[in-house]
Nanobody, 117 residues
Framework: QVQLVESGGGLVQPGGSLRLSCVGS????????MGWYRQAPGKQRELVAS????????NYADSVKGRFTISRDNAKNTVYLQMNSLQPEDTAVYYC??????????WGQGTLVTVSS
């Protein structure tokens, strides 16, 4: 069973930056397109960024395009999300998982990002 562990969240002021990491157990991590998702209070979970298996192609939600960058290191079973120019509306719990989530991998605990002055 694959386990996903997210980290790197925290409290940051508007305009600040954070780098999130997600480590996946098991060697099959590198065989899947991966995504970062977020769930804000009272809202549904949404996909904000995704990356192909080899890392050559990425996609972003319009709300984060130009501010967030997704990357991965398959040798370390890790996917990253560099978040710059953070705004209060980016406040959410951030998760990683496959894209799409039809693999059925269980969700990790997520990492909380709070953007506030």
């Amino acid at each position: 069973q694959v386990q996903l562990v997210e980290s790197g969240g925290g409290l940051v002021q508007p305009g600040g930056s954070l780098r999130l990491s997600c480590v996946g157990s098991g060697s099959i991590f590198s065989f899947y397109r991966m995504g970062w998702y977020r769930q804000a209070p009272g809202k549904q979970r949404e996909l904000v960024a995704s990356i192909t298996i080899g890392g050559a192609r990425t996609n972003y939600a319009d709300s984060v395009k130009g501010r967030f960058t997704i990357s991965r290191d398959n040798a370390k079973n890790t996917v990253y999300l560099q978040m710059n120019s953070l705004q209060p509306e980016d406040t959410a719990v951030y998760y990683c998982n496959t894209d799409p989530t039809t693999t059925g991998w269980p969700w990790g605990q997520g990492t909380l990002v709070t953007v506030s002055s």
